[in-house]
């Protein structure tokens, strides 16, 4: 049974940083792609960043590009995202996600295959 358990959120002030942890297990992740969405309360969840199993390629949502930066241990099935200069837009449930894709990273939802519960990160002002 494929799991994605993330880790890492809480309440941060403004500025502040975290690092999300996404731990996989079920099933061999090799060439799967990881991706880290979000979704604030009544708004769509949203692709946040992703990463190839390689990690030759990453890709940030605009609003956070500077800001954060996803890795991944793929000798330990986990994915990463360290957040810095944390704003209370930032404030939502983080998922993470993974699907096959040997060379592009996925942004939609729909694109992929296994998903995570959650972490809630709030920022406060």
Do not use: H
């Not at 941060?12 to 996404?22: D, E, N, Y």
């Not at 990690?55 to 990463?80: L, M, W």
Request: glycine share 10%; with cysteine.
């Amino acid at each position: 049974q494929v799991q994605l358990v993330e880790s890492g959120g809480g309440l941060v002030q403004a500025g502040g940083s975290l690092r999300l942890s996404c731990a996989a297990s079920g099933r061999t992740f090799t060439n799967y792609a990881m991706g880290w969405f979000r979704q604030a309360p009544g708004k769509e969840r949203e692709f946040v960043a992703g990463i190839l199993w390689s990690a030759t390629q990453t890709s940030y949502t605009d609003s956070v590009k500077g800001r954060f930066t996803i890795s991944r241990d793929n000798a330990d099935n986990t994915v990463y995202l360290q957040m810095n200069s944390l704003k209370p837009e930032d404030t939502a449930v983080y998922y993470c996600a993974a699907r096959w894709s040997i060379a592009k990273i996925i942004i939609p939802t729909s694109g992929y295959t296994y998903w995570g519960r959650g972490t809630q990160v709030t920022v406060s002002s």
